[in-house]
């Protein structure tokens, strides 16, 4: 089976602007997470979707949304950019009902 | 809450001695538990999980870990070291849902 994909691997932005990151789960996972790892934060959950729903918020303020298809693809957007959003953004895919997520490579989000 | 906590951020091993990365938890509920490593400019990649059952778990790698409720341990180890090993290691507990909670990581390097 192929593994998680995310697009872009690397974004470059300017503040203010916004930004969409896409992900692709494992075929037959329904659900879908999403990551943000920053040296100073390490990793932090930022929401989960489940058959096109969100059913888990991490605390992030609301300039960071998401969605899902009915395909099980996903979105995560980020409205006015700060610098401080510059980090890898990963999305994750679970077997549900299990709990194990499997992990995409990561978009390297730069923010200037 | 749930919260993980990786005892050092840096361990380095010779080649061939044993691994032995540490990880503790708290846990309201009985945990899942998991180890993820990362190598450079990639995401995570799973090793191992802990669910239920046998509190001796094996993953890829050589790696395996170590349940120990009554410490609220969940240990990594791997006997013999390979210069490949380097990377980061995180472990992480999740809160049976869509979300993984990681402790801070270690960083782990071989010396030839």
């Known amino acids: 089976k192929a593994g998680v994909t995310q697009t872009p691997r690397y974004l470059i932005k300017t503040r203010g602007q916004q930004v969409t990151l896409s992900c692709s789960p494992i075929?037959?996972?329904?659900?879908v997470s999403w990551y943000q790892q920053t040296p100073g934060q390490g990793l932090q959950f930022l929401f989960e979707y489940f058959s096109e729903t969100q059913r888990n918020k991490g605390n992030f303020p609301g300039r960071f949304s998401g969605r899902q298809f009915s395909n099980s693809r996903s979105e995560m957007n980020v409205s006015t950019l700060e610098l401080g959003d510059s980090a890898l953004y990963l999305c994750?895919?679970?077997?549900?009902?299990?709990?194990?997520?499997?992990f995409g490579p990561g978009t390297r989000l730069t923010v200037t | 809450a749930q919260s993980v906590t990786q005892l050092g951020s840096h361990v380095s091993v010779s080649e061939g001695a044993l691994v032995l990365l540490r990880c503790n938890y708290s846990s309201s509920v009985p945990p899942y538990l998991f180890w993820y490593v990362q190598y450079p400019n990639q995401g995570l990649q799973l090793l191992l999980k802990?669910?239920?059952?046998?509190?001796l778990v094996k993953g890829i790698n050589g790696f395996e870990a170590e349940f120990k409720k009554s410490e609220t341990s969940f240990h990594l180890t791997k006997p013999s070291a390979h210069m490949s090993d380097a990377a980061e290691y995180f472990c992480a507990v999740s809160d049976q849902g869509g979300k993984l909670i990681f402790g801070q990581g270690t960083e782990l390097s071989v010396k030839p």
């Open positions: 994750a895919s679970r077997p549900t009902p299990t709990y194990e997520q499997y």
């Open positions: 802990y669910t239920t059952g046998a509190t």
């Open positions: 075929s037959g996972h329904r659900s």
